[in-house]
């Protein structure tokens, strides 16, 4: 005896799969996003933030004692019913470009945080990178980072003044490393490890991803020119117990078992030196892997051009004798290793 469908039935079918495609899509929407430049897009901004016509995430320019904040609209379920902190990837592609003197002032950061703007009415600019100040020390874990630091301070304890560093509520970071990436050798059966520094403030487009497991604890940092592949071996890695933070006891008032935080970024210049920092793409994902970006939808191009142009600032500049001005002259740039 055959077996006859209805057509009502061979009419729901591909609706019924096509209703279960667009949930789990949504699904994975709200665990995660892809910018692949920012043209058009929505992000919650302050500060000297915007977002150029060529689609490029500019958090500063080169003025003096100004900050920067751009962070993804939605905030996104850091935690599970049980309250811990689920595992979570990001990568992005920055650049941070030297004001016309040839120095570099003061960085930025990846941050995790409850409220954006608890930025805005609290950020300090220079050393602070635009993650408050020092009036709001007592309220420790108000955020999460992963800062690219391109001004030595001594008063905030830092290593040098070209490192990446891991804040928790304080611009006292509690783990940095050398900035950089690593790579090995193999001559003759020897295989060694080496340590390719890398100029943060070179203006040369570079490359983040930042892995974070909620079994383990372990967060990698892991540092590139681009377009070059994920290096295999990570900066130095950092146990942090993220579920241990204030940060992940906040608590959305819709859904008061999952903590709902923001993420973004944020950037500050010093009063004495500026710098552009800029992001080209960005992608991030709750419990697997960032979507990877695509090299060729990024706004390399107009990134570059900021960078050749803040080169011939500083290969010219007018020399005076005796207050009147003399032909052009070759300044020497500081040497920068990329």
């Known amino acids: 005896m055959s077996s006859m469908r209805s057509p009502t039935t061979t009419l729901l079918r591909p609706l019924l799969l096509l209703i279960i495609i667009c949930l789990n899509d949504s699904a994975v929407a709200d ?123 001594r008063e905030f304890k830092d290593i040098d003044d070209n490192h990446v560093g891991i804040d928790v509520g304080s611009m006292v970071s509690v783990f940095s490393t050398p900035a950089g990436y690593s790579y090995t050798e193999d001559d003759d059966n020897i295989i060694s490890t080496n340590f390719e520094v890398l100029r943060l403030s070179s203006g040369s487009p570079m490359q983040v991803w930042v892995d974070s497991d909620g079994e383990s604890m372990e967060l ?46 944020s950037a500050a210049t010093g009063d004495r030196h500026g710098a552009t920092h800029q992001v080209l793409g960005w992608s991030f994902n709750l419990g697997g892997p960032a979507p990877p970006l695509n090299y060729s939808q990024l706004p390399l191009k107009q990134a570059q051009q900021i960078q050749r142009a803040s080169k011939t600032k500083n290969l010219f500049s007018v020399g005076r004798c005796d207050g009147v001005p003399c032909a052009p002259v070759v300044v020497e740039e500081e040497s920068r290793e990329a």
């Open 31 to 153: 665990l995660g996003f892809l910018y692949n430049g920012f043209a058009g897009s929505n992000l919650l901004r302050d500060g000297a933030a915007s977002v150029t016509q060529a689609g490029i995430l500019s958090l500063t320019t080169n003025s003096f004692d100004i900050t920067g904040h751009g962070f993804h609209p939605i905030p996104l379920p850091f935690t599970g019913e049980d309250g811990m902190v689920v595992s979570f990837s990001s990568t992005f592609v920055f650049t941070i470009t030297p004001s016309p003197s040839g120095r570099s002032g003061d960085g930025m950061a990846l941050v995790i945080s409850a409220v954006p703007d608890y930025f805005s009415s609290r950020a300090f600019s220079g050393a602070y990178l635009g993650l408050g100040g020092p009036y709001y020390y007592q309220q420790q874990n108000q955020f999460f980072a992963v800062e690219l630091d391109t001004i030595f301070n």
């Open 220 to 265: 990698n940092v892991t540092l590139a020119l681009v377009p070059m592949y994920k290096p295999a071996l990570p900066l130095p890695s950092y146990t942090v117990n993220m579920s241990d933070l204030p940060l992940m006891r906040e608590r959305d008032y819709s859904d008061d078992s999952v903590a709902k935080l923001y993420v973004g970024f």
